[in-house]
């Protein structure tokens, strides 16, 4: 079974740094663009961040843009995503998944569409609070 793993969730004060991983089961992730995604309860789920598949492009959603930073270490099968500054609004539960809607049309893909992704993880717990 496809799927991703992430990992590296808490609570962390408000100003603090936490670094998510998502780590590729079943499959190698550099094969696919990557994108983090978040949803609290009662929201949709809305799109944090993505890196294409060569790693070449990343995007950002306006809120965190500046305070988070997507990387991929294609050798680990694994992307980061590295928080700092957290804000209260960054508590979620925090997703990623593969764009296999890009790797199907052979582009680099990192468009942070919900309907391209495949291959959710659980997701992990982040909550800023003091």
């Known amino acids: 079974q496809f799927q991703v793993v992430e990992s590296g969730g808490g609570l962390v004060q408000p100003g603090g740094s936490l670094r998510l991983s998502c780590a590729a089961s079943?499959?190698?992730?550099?094969?696919?663009?990557i994108g983090w995604f978040r949803q609290v309860p009662g929201k949709e789920r809305e799109g944090v961040s993505s890196?294409?598949?060569?790693?070449?492009?990343?995007k950002y959603a306006d809120s965190v843009k500046g305070r988070f930073t997507i990387s991929r270490d294609n050798a680990k099968n694994t992307v980061f995503l590295q928080m700092n500054s957290l804000k209260p609004e960054d508590t979620a539960v925090y997703y990623c998944?593969?764009?296999?809607?890009?790797?199907?049309?052979?582009?680099?893909?990192?468009?942070?569409?919900?309907?391209?992704?495949?291959?959710w993880g659980q997701g992990t717990q982040v909550t800023v609070s003091s």
């Open positions: 890196i294409s598949r060569s790693g070449g492009s990343t």
């Open positions: 998944a593969a764009d296999v809607q890009s790797f199907l049309e052979g582009l680099e893909g990192g468009a942070l569409v919900m309907g391209r992704y495949a291959y």
């Open positions: 079943g499959f190698t992730l550099d094969y696919y663009a």
